[in-house]
């Protein structure tokens, strides 16, 4: 079996096992509703809300399958083309299921310092390194708010003047952007950019693949990498650390005997002004080849 063909298989498993999940999920749900009126009266509104929950988890459990299916169904397309193209990326999968042409995740800490992102494409990287760069834009938004953005061009130029300006030059018409949460605790967000405009019920969609995304992608890692840290999974073998920003901010903050806070702050400015990606200049700092 090629690293081809295991891709295609682990993902067909998963799609079954959010399916049976899924079914799990329909069967507990079911039983609570049918035995809502049953006495005692006063077990009605745990029952409810016990139906309420698992209905929750049963859509999210399809929306991972459909995520899952899909991007199987991309793997062997691209397998049967002789797979002479680049690997298609799963958060191509994730814009697609949006109806829109770009998509990335973002992780964030308590502190809003940034643990992984994963792209779909060019754009969606540039996007981020531009969002990243100037500490300011959608994701974060989204993020610190907790609420789902969708914006055209020029609301994103109005609300983001500088990163507005440099995504309308990519030729984004559209974002939207929503929180990430797990467990009551928000983790990151997902922001998905279009040439045309945003589909209608995007914000429902965006919700739904995003809980998806939160709760059974990136909660399924199931094993780690050789160093027995880093772990495995559809979204995390995509995903680029950026453990050097972190801790080149955090050899500046010594050094300048400032807070890792305005050291970021830093960084971001040299970035902008050098117009350098502020991952490679964390890592010339840390190798000693770039000083602020």
């Known amino acids: 079996m090629t690293e081809a063909d295991g891709e295609i298989a682990s993902e067909w498993r998963q799609f079954a096992r959010e399916r049976e999940r899924a079914a799990r999920a329909a069967a507990i749900a079911r039983r609570y509703e049918q035995q809502a009126d049953r006495p ?33 169904l991309r793997l062997q397309r691209w397998r049967a083309a002789g797979i002479a193209e680049r690997r298609p990326l799963f958060m191509g999968t994730v814009a697609d299921q949006l109806g829109m042409t770009s998509a990335v995740v973002t992780l964030f800490t308590e502190n809003r310092q ?7 494409d060019g754009i969606a990287r540039t996007a981020h390194d531009l969002e990243a760069v100037l500490g300011r834009g959608p994701a ?58 945003a ?16 709760n059974s992608v990136l909660l399924g890692a199931h094993d780690t990498r050789d160093d027995g840290i880093t772990p495995r999974g559809t979204l995390f073998d995509e995903a680029d650390y950026l453990d050097a920003v972190n801790q080149a901010a955090g050899v500046l903050s010594v050094r300048r005997h400032c ?7 830093l960084l971001r400015a040299r970035a902008y002004t050098t117009n350098v990606p502020l991952p490679e200049l964390a890592r010339k700092i840390l190798d000693g080849t770039s000083e602020l």
């Open 40 to 72: 005692v009266a006063s077990m009605r509104p745990f029952r409810l809300r016990m139906a309420q929950l698992h209905r929750a988890m049963e859509a999210r459990h399809y929306a991972c399958a459909r995520l899952h299916r899909q991007y199987a």
């Open 114 to 120: 940034e643990l992984l992102t994963a792209a779909s």
């Open 140 to 197: 974060r938004d989204a993020f610190v708010g907790g609420e789902v953005l969708v914006g055209t061009r020029a609301e994103l130029i109005d609300q983001w003047t500088e990163y507005g300006s440099a995504v309308a030059e990519l030729g984004v018409n559209a974002v939207v952007a929503v929180p990430l949460a797990s467990m009551s605790r928000r983790v990151g967000a997902l922001c998905a950019f279009s040439s045309h405009r």
């Open 199 to 214: 589909p209608a019920g995007v914000t429902t969609t965006a919700d739904r693949v995003a809980d998806a995304l939160a």
């Open 259 to 265: 807070t890792v806070d305005a050291a970021l702050a």
